[in-house]
């Protein structure tokens, strides 16, 4: 009987776990701008990795310089055409190829700096929350230390200290995009534990480490899918931002930040606007789509709040006008 009714047990919640997915996927599919974004964001993803490809197909390498056919006799940048689809920039150098190869690298910074900004997030948030205490007063005042910090003029003292790399770029970024999240997963944490079910736990004998990840962690899912698809963005703009200011990619490595920054050199976007255009547009489609996603994820894993907000400016029926 305890085989059949173990059997019976799992069943139930394998059924559960694939119901809940199954709505979840279903009410995502529902939001067709959460869908657009979703396009969007896979044509940027499969942009990067048939950048090869494309530089393979137009024979043009993201460094190298055509002087003679990527200028014009007065030497500035030849528009889109036949020869480079989408112009070329202040060096002769195809604005296509460069475009693939820097979604590249915001595609890489992005997802890798929200990921590890996550993981310190989740970290110093549940240890916070769950013993609180000296340790949450630690905690925290190490994350409003962290916030209160200039991002620009720590970034300018890092590189002027270490020069300019990909590896910094993504340092930087994490160390000044954990600590929002932190401060929501504390707060989720200190709601959580105390409710019955940790309770529960503990009296069973259950360590602090075994509460934190079995009982508390799983009830976290939904922030931190959350908060790290919408945490993409704001990395991939801080790369750009950093590249922009000569802090970030070395050059000639391609970057959406770096491109910028060639076309406001000497106001090249005056007389070639395709070097501003090209570039900005990849990474305004890019954040707008993920933080859409984002939202789009966020409705789809709680409905409460979605159904919530509707409730509140659906006017009820017979309601008199105040």
Known sequence: MSDIAENDFSQGTEVVQRGSLELTLRRLRRDHASMIALGVILCIILLAIIAPWIAAITGHSPIEQFRDTGLSPSGIPVGPGADFWLGTDQLGRDVLVRLAYGARVSLLVGVFASILASMIAVVVGVTAGYFGGMVDMALSRLTDLVMSVPFLLCALALVSAFGPSLMLSVAVIVFFSWAP???????????????????????????????????????????????????????????????????????????????????????????AWWMVFVPGTALLLTTLAFNILGDGLRDALDPKSARTARHLKRKPKGASKS
């Not at 504390?186 to 534990?193: A, H, N, Y």
């Not at 736990?201 to 934190?212: E, F, N, T, V």
């Open 181 to 271: 999240m932190a401060r929501v997963i504390r707060g989720q944490v200190i709601s959580l534990s105390r409710q019955d079910f940790v309770h529960a736990s503990r009296s069973l004998g259950a360590g602090p480490l075994s509460i934190m990840v079995v009982d508390i962690l799983p009830n976290l899912t939904v922030p931190i899918i959350v908060y790290t698809t919408m945490q993409i963005p704001n990395s991939i703009v801080f790369e750009a931002t950093l590249s922009f200011l000569g802090m970030g990619i070395v050059p000639p490595t391609p970057s959406w930040g770096g491109m910028l920054a060639d076309a406001s050199s000497n106001s090249l976007y005056l007389v």
